[in-house]
T-cell receptor
Framework: KNEVEQSPQNLTAQEGEFITINCSYS?????LHWLQQHPGGGIVSLFM???GKKKHGRLIATINIQEKHSSLHITASHPRDSAVYIC????????????FGTGTLLAVQP | DTGVSQNPRHKITKRGQNVTFRCDPI?????LYWYRQTLGQGPEFLTY????????KSRLLSDRFSAERPKGSFSTLEIQRTEQGDSAMYLC???????????????FGEGSWLTVV
């Protein structure tokens, strides 16, 4: 069982739809990251959260520390949002290494 | 600043050969990470450097794998006697660690794809 679980694993949406991707983790963390990965590899950091909510353009990320749950929302989705969205957590400590979820493959159709 | 740079981007090698990947992190970043990612999976932690010191190695990193960061700047990841199971993307990431216990924005390279035939 992965320490970081995402749902859904695959998501197909129509352009303009509101999208939600969920992430659950098992123990207390120091921070949670939402990342975007396009085909070919490169990973881009979207958000880093330790509490509350952050917004950047059409993207919104929320975290509930008590529930050990985070959501990534995309408003007015667009085909260029098509990518893999990955949730990852820091447990802190000396290395601050990330533990990754398996990702959510999002396809936004025009 | 050009971000985190990895070379080569793609490598095809025969089983049993040695390969080396290089990562150039963002210049002022003291923390450097190597991760491995296979198709359909999230990245898995391999090793971590703080400056030139290798402070943690995953059990995934067998004795055929070695990583160095000799001057606390660029890093190399060498795989000796490659096996087909080593085929994956090797990702480098860097961050600036201003506190041991805080989360920091992490910047990723484009990855180095390895195919062992």
């Amino acid at each position: 069982k992965n320490e970081v679980e995402q749902s859904p694993q695959n998501l197909t949406a129509q352009e303009g739809e509101f999208i939600t991707i969920n992430c659950s983790y098992s123990v207390g963390i120091s921070a949670l990251h939402w990342l975007q990965q396009h085909p070919g590899g490169g990973i881009v950091s979207l958000f880093m959260l330790s509490s509350g909510k952050k917004k950047h353009g059409r993207l919104i990320a929320t975290i509930n520390i008590q529930e050990k749950h985070s959501s990534l929302h995309i408003t007015a989705s667009h085909p260029r949002d098509s990518a893999v969205y990955i949730c990852a957590v820091n447990y802190g400590g000396a290395t601050n290494k990330l533990i990754f979820g398996t990702g959510t493959l999002l396809a936004v159709q025009p | 600043d050009t971000g985190v740079s990895q070379n080569p981007r793609h490598k095809i090698t025969k089983r049993g050969q040695n390969v080396t990947f290089r990562c150039d992190p963002i210049s002022e970043h003291n923390r450097l990470y190597w991760y491995r990612q296979t198709l359909g999976q999230g990245p898995e932690f391999l090793t971590y450097f703080q400056n030139e010191a290798q402070l943690e190695k995953s059990r995934l990193l067998s004795d055929r794998f070695s990583a160095e960061r000799p001057k606390g700047s660029f890093s190399t990841l060498e795989i000796q006697r490659t096996e087909q199971g080593d085929s994956a993307m090797y990702l480098c990431a860097s961050s600036l660690g201003d506190s041991l216990y805080s989360g920091n924005t992490i910047y990723f390279g484009e990855g180095s794809w390895l195919t062992v035939v």
